[in-house]
Nanobody
Framework: QVYLVESGGGLVQAGGSLRLSCAAS???????MAWFRQTPGKEREFVAA????????YYADSVKGRFTISRDNGKNTVYLQMNSLKPEDTAVYYC???????????????????WGQGTQVTVSS
C-alpha cells in the first residue's frame, strides 16, 4: 500500500511563489507521478507529470513556464515549484501515483491509482 501526503499549500499574493511537496510512505521510485488541481464546480485538472526516471515531463499549457515538477526518489518525494502565481491558480492540489509501467506517462485521472488528500493553494489579487 502507498500513501501520499501533500504539503506546502497556503495563501500567497499574485506573482508570488509556493513549493508543494508530496511525501510517499511506500517506495514510488518506479512510479510515474503527477499533480492535479481542482476548484469547486470543475473536474480535476491535470497540472504536471513526471516519469519514474525524471526523463519525461509534461505540463498543462496553463502552467508551462511557471511551474516545475521534480522528484527525489531517494526521499520518495515529488515537488511542484510554482512561480508567478495567478489568482486562477487557486485550487486544491493533489499528488497522484501510477503503479503501472506504461509506455507513456499518463495525464488523465483514471490512470492513477494512488492519491493524496490535497493541499489548498489560494492566490490573492
Amino acid at each position: 500500500q502507498v500513501y501520499l501526503v501533500e504539503s506546502g499549500g497556503g495563501l500567497v499574493q499574485a506573482g508570488g511563489s509556493l513549493r508543494l511537496s508530496c511525501a510517499a510512505s511506500g517506495r514510488t521510485s518506479l512510479y510515474d507521478m503527477a499533480w492535479f488541481r481542482q476548484t469547486p464546480g470543475k473536474e480535476r485538472e491535470f497540472v504536471a507529470a513526471i516519469s519514474w526516471s525524471g526523463d519525461t515531463i509534461y505540463y498543462a499549457d496553463s502552467v508551462k513556464g511557471r511551474f516545475t515538477i521534480s522528484r527525489d526518489n531517494g526521499k520518495n518525494t515529488v515537488y511542484l515549484q510554482m512561480n508567478s502565481l495567478k489568482p486562477e491558480d487557486t485550487a486544491v492540489y493533489y499528488c497522484a501515483a501510477d503503479s503501472s509501467r506504461r509506455a507513456v506517462v499518463p495525464r488523465q485521472t483514471l490512470w492513477y491509482d494512488y492519491w493524496g488528500q490535497g493541499t489548498q493553494v489560494t492566490v490573492s489579487s
